[in-house]
């Protein structure tokens, strides 16, 4: 059976299993009300955006990332130095077919948060908590999109979404360097501007809406 057979018929099982989950997901209402999972955790907080790229191993950052109120992290991107990346995940921020199992168990007690248009690509573990998980409304995403010209990456989807949807105290950037190194752990990329969003974060830095850390 070839990838794709298998992925559909995958689907359709999916979908026959958790009918109802299913519905939500392609929910605007129900993706802007699951913003309030989140709100607790970043309104008047100090967020740490917190990458993965190889180049914050040997940062020593991970006291600076720990003193922030609130730790965000992405996709496949566990605690490996602690001294490095800090040692707390409040909210992961996930994309593509990752695995629920894996993402629960590298994160535990992280509350989830969809970040891509891409609804249709969660697994059953996550529609089987789809009550608990926070997705971002197709409308932030669309504008991102617009405004790159290209389709945005897990962290720039996510630090859109914190200025915009959100009123963080301040937000604080950790491990980003837009490939400059590779992402630390086998990931697959996909189509992504850059440089271009390398140059959309130097502008929110320079008006004060975020800052940037490295070491």
């Known amino acids: ?48 955006a917190v990458g993965n790229a190889q180049s914050i191993f040997g940062s020593g950052l991970g006291p600076d990332i720990d003193a922030c109120d609130t730790v965000l992290r992405f996709n496949l991107g566990f605690i490996r130095q602690p001294e490095d990346q800090g040692s707390r995940s409040d909210i992961v921020g996930v994309s593509g077919r990752l695995s629920p ?54 962290g720039l989807i996510a630090l859109a979404a914190l200025l915009e949807l959100f009123t963080p105290t301040k937000v604080i950037v950790f491990g980003f360097d837009w490939k400059q190194t590779p992402t630390f752990y086998p990931a697959k990329t996909g189509h992504h501007n850059w440089q271009g969003e390398r140059e959309m974060v130097a502008r929110l830095a320079a008006e004060g809406r975020v800052e940037l850390r490295t070491a």
């Open 101 to 154: 199992k894996s993402i629960y168990a590298g994160f535990p007690g992280a509350r989830v948060w969809w970040l891509t248009a891409r609804r249709e690509m969660m697994g059953s573990g996550f529609l089987r908590r789809i009550d608990e998980i926070a997705i971002t409304p197709r409308d932030s995403y669309t504008r991102l999109r617009q405004a790159l010209g290209s389709n945005p990456s897990s």
């Open 1 to 48: 059976m070839t990838k794709p057979l298998l992925q559909g018929l995958q689907r359709v099982l999916i979908h026959a299993r958790y009918p109802t989950a299913i519905k939500k997901t392609r929910s605007e209402e129900f993706a802007e009300a699951s913003m309030a999972h989140l709100r607790p955790l970043i309104d008047g907080k100090v967020v740490a």
